[in-house]
C-alpha cells in the first residue's frame, strides 16, 4: 500500500528583519522598513548583516543570519 504524505513545511513566525547595532540594549536594530525601501547594501566583511529572531525578539527570540556582511545604508 503506498501513501502519500504532504512534507511539513515550518509556520514562519519572524515578520521584521534586524542588523547589529551595538549601541541598542539587545545588540540588534530593526531594520524591516529601511530593508524594504531604502538602497542598502551588505558588504560581506562581517558575520550578520541582516537577521530575524523567531519570534521578533531580539532578546528571546533564535536567531537566523539571513545575510553575512556589514549593513550600510546609501
Sequence with gaps: MAMNVPTMVAEK????????DASLPYGYRDITNLEISQDYSCNGTGPECEVEFSNDDPATGIKNV?????????
Design 66 to 74: 539571513l545575510e553575512a556582511g556589514v549593513f550600510t545604508e546609501m
Design 13 to 20: 513566525t519572524a515578520t521584521k528583519v534586524w542588523t547589529p
